[in-house]
């Protein structure tokens, strides 16, 4: 099993910046792809972004993209999404989550392991 545990959440108005973290154990980080997903009360799980396992490939959202990276440390089993910019429209419980494959990289049946999640919320 890969424990996922999700940190950094909280409230911030429009316009501000959060980094959400997420810390990985119980086996070889490097050989998963990872992945930020997001839901939205009342809405299906929604893909954010996802970076490659030695960190030099990362895709987005449309919705996301030019606001949030997606970084990840190997040495230290994290990875990390910096948002910037952040809108109402961007509150939800943000997941991390861990994927063998290379395949579907948006799809959160792609993804084996999960995060509990953490809250984000943003003000206008």
């Known amino acids: 099993q890969l424990q996922l545990v999700e940190s950094g959440g909280g409230l911030v108005q429009a316009g501000g910046s959060l980094r959400l973290s997420c810390l990985a154990s119980?086996?070889?980080?490097?050989?998963?792809?990872m992945g930020w997903f997001r839901q939205a009360p009342g809405k299906e799980r929604e893909f954010v972004a996802t970076?490659?396992?030695?960190?030099?490939?990362?895709f987005y959202s449309l919705s996301v993209k030019g606001r949030f990276t997606m970084s990840r440390d190997n040495a230290k089993n994290t990875v990390d999404l910096q948002m910037n910019s952040l809108k109402p429209e961007d509150t939800a419980i943000y997941y991390c989550?861990?994927?063998?494959?290379?395949?579907?990289?948006?799809?959160?049946?792609?993804?084996?392991?999960w995060g509990q999640g953490t809250q984000v919320t943003v003000s206008s």
């Open positions: 989550a861990a994927r063998s494959g290379i395949l579907k990289m948006t799809m959160p049946t792609s993804y084996t392991y």
């Open positions: 119980g086996r070889t980080f490097t050989n998963y792809g």
């Open positions: 970076i490659s396992r030695d960190g030099s490939t990362t």
